[in-house]
C-alpha cells in the first residue's frame, strides 16, 4: 500500500523488550491490522513513544488499542499488554477515564492531579503516585486518530508534600497547646503564622505595619518604641532578642507587660524571616507590685503592732494588783488584737474590714452574740480604715469586757444596745456614729471609781489617733459610750 514499508525491513528497530515484543506480536489480529501495513502517522508516534524517558501509553484508533515503551512497562506490573483496547485492559479504570478520553479525542490536552497507582490499577500494593498527561495524536491530514498518555511519577513530592502537612499539623498542634504567643513572620516582617494566645495578646495586629498598632509599644522604661526598634524589624536585621527583654502594650489607658524573645531564620545562607515570642507576664508583674505592697503594710502593721503589745504590757501592767491579774487581762487583749488581725488577714485586694464584723467578732468572743439580752441596729458593711481597726477593736473589747464583768451581761436583768449609723461630715468626710448603752444593771461601787485601760483608750487614744469623738459616762444601770470616727467609702454595696 502507498506509505507501506517492505516486509524483510525490521521495525521498529532497536533492542529493547518493548520494540522487541511490537515487532513479535501479530498486529494482523487486532483493529490496526499488519504491522507492515500501519499508517506514516502511527509509525512515528510509535517511534516518538519508544524514544522517550517517559513512561508512556499510546491508544491508537477508536478502539484505543494499546501500545507502550519500556518505561511504561517497568512501572505496570500487569505486563503492559498490547494490541488490546484500554477499555477490555483496564476495565475498573474506564469509567473514570471514559469522559476523560471523550475530551481529549475532540482535541484537548488534559492534565491529571496526582493519583495512586493503584486506583488505575486495583489490586496493587504499590504505593506509588502519579500524574498523567492526555494529548491527542493527529495523523497525515490532522484528524485525531489516537491518544498520547504520559505517566510521570510524582510519589517523592506526593510524600514530601505530606510529610509537610503532618508537620504543619503537629505545629498547629504545638501552637494551640503552647501558652506563650508565637509568631512566624517572612523577610518583610509579615506575620506568617500566629498562635490564638499571640493573636490575643496583640489583638491580631501586624506589627510590621506602625500605621496599623492601636497599641503604643514602650520598652520597661517607659519610651515609646519606633517602628525601626519592633522585635521584628531588629530580628531581620540580624539582632536576636534575648527572651528576658520586657515591652509594653499600651492603648486606653491599659498596660500590658509582655516579656518578647525573637531569633532569625535563614535561607541560603540569608536572612528570610523569624520567629517571635511573647509572655504575657502582667500578672506576674501586678502581683509582684501588691506583693510590695503587702510586705510594706505588713511591717507598718508589724511595726504598729509591736508598739500597741508593748503600750498593751505596759498599761495592763500599771493596773494590775498582782501578776496572775495581769497575766489575765493581757492574755484577754492579745486575744482582741489575735482576732483582728484574723479579719485583716482574711481579706480580699482593696476589701476593709467592717464594724458589723468586728463587733460581732468580740462579742462571739464574750459569748455574748446571740444573747437575747443583746440588741444590734445598724447597716452592715461599714467599711472600716485599716488604721483605725487595731485601737477600735481594743476599745470594743474592753466595753465588751466591762459589761461581761459588771455590767449589762454579767446581770441576768441587764441589757445591752448597739446602735450604729453612717452620716457625712460638714467637711464632707463620711463617718460612722456609734452608740454603746447599757441599761438594767445595778453596777457596783468600786465600777464608779475606776478609771481603767479602757476608758483612757476611749476618752483619749481613739480621739489622739484617729481624730475621733467619744464620749463615756459610767451610769447607776451602765455604761453609755459614743464614738464617732471617720470611714472608707460608707457602707460597702
Known sequence: MSGGFQANLEW????????????????????????????????????LMLGTGFPTLLLWGKELIQISNDAYRRICNKGAPIGIGFAESWPLAW?????????????????????????????SDDDSW?????????????????????????????????????????????LELVPVGVSLFDGEGRTIKANPEMARLLEAVDLARADNIPWAILDRDGRRLTKD???????????PISPETHLV????????????????????????????????????????????????????????????VRALADKTLAGSASLDDFGAKYRARLAALARVQGLLSNLNKGDRVTFDALLRAELAAHAAFDDARVALDGPAGVRLRSSSVQTLALALHELATNASKYGALAQPEGRLAVRWRVATGADGE?????????????????????????????????????????SYQLGPDGVHCAITLRITGGAAA
Open 430 to 470: 463620711r463617718r460612722i456614729e456609734v452608740e454603746w448603752c447599757e441599761c438594767g444593771a445595778a453596777m457596783p461601787a468600786e465600777a464608779d471609781t475606776r478609771q481603767g485601760y479602757g476608758r483612757e483608750l476611749i476618752e483619749r487614744v481613739l480621739p489622739y489617733q484617729l481624730q475621733a469623738q467619744t
Open 95 to 123: 469509567a473514570a477515564n471514559a469522559p476523560v478520553i471523550e475530551r481529549v479525542w475532540r482535541g484537548e490536552t488534559i492534565m491529571m492531579g496526582e493519583a495512586p497507582f493503584h486506583e488505575w490499577q486495583p489490586g
Open 229 to 239: 526598634e519592633f522585635p521584628m524589624a531588629r530580628t531581620l536585621r540580624g539582632d
Open 130 to 174: 502519579y500524574s498523567l498527561s492526555y494529548s491527542p495524536v493527529r495523523d497525515e491530514i490532522g484528524a485525531v486518530a489516537g491518544i498520547w498518555i504520559t505517566v510521570i511519577e510524582t510519589t517523592e513530592r506526593v510524600r514530601a508534600e505530606a510529610t509537610l502537612r503532618e508537620n504543619e499539623a503537629r505545629l498547629e498542634e504545638i
Open 12 to 47: 521498529p528497530a532497536g533492542g529493547s523488550e518493548m520494540r522487541a515484543r511490537i515487532r513479535a506480536f501479530d498486529w494482523s489480529a487486532t483493529p490496526l491490522g499488519s504491522i507492515n501495513e500501519w499508517r506514516l502517522s502511527l509509525r512515528l508516534a510509535v517511534d
Open 249 to 308: 502594650l499600651e492603648m486606653d489607658g491599659t498596660r500590658r507587660w509582655l516579656k518578647v524573645g525573637a531569633v532569625p531564620s535563614f535561607r541560603d545562607g540569608r536572612i528570610s524571616g523569624g520567629v517571635v515570642i511573647a509572655h504575657d507576664v502582667t500578672e506576674a508583674k501586678e502581683s509582684a507590685e501588691r506583693m510590695k505592697v503587702l510586705v510594706a503594710e505588713l511591717q507598718h502593721r508589724t511595726r504598729n503592732v509591736i508598739a500597741v
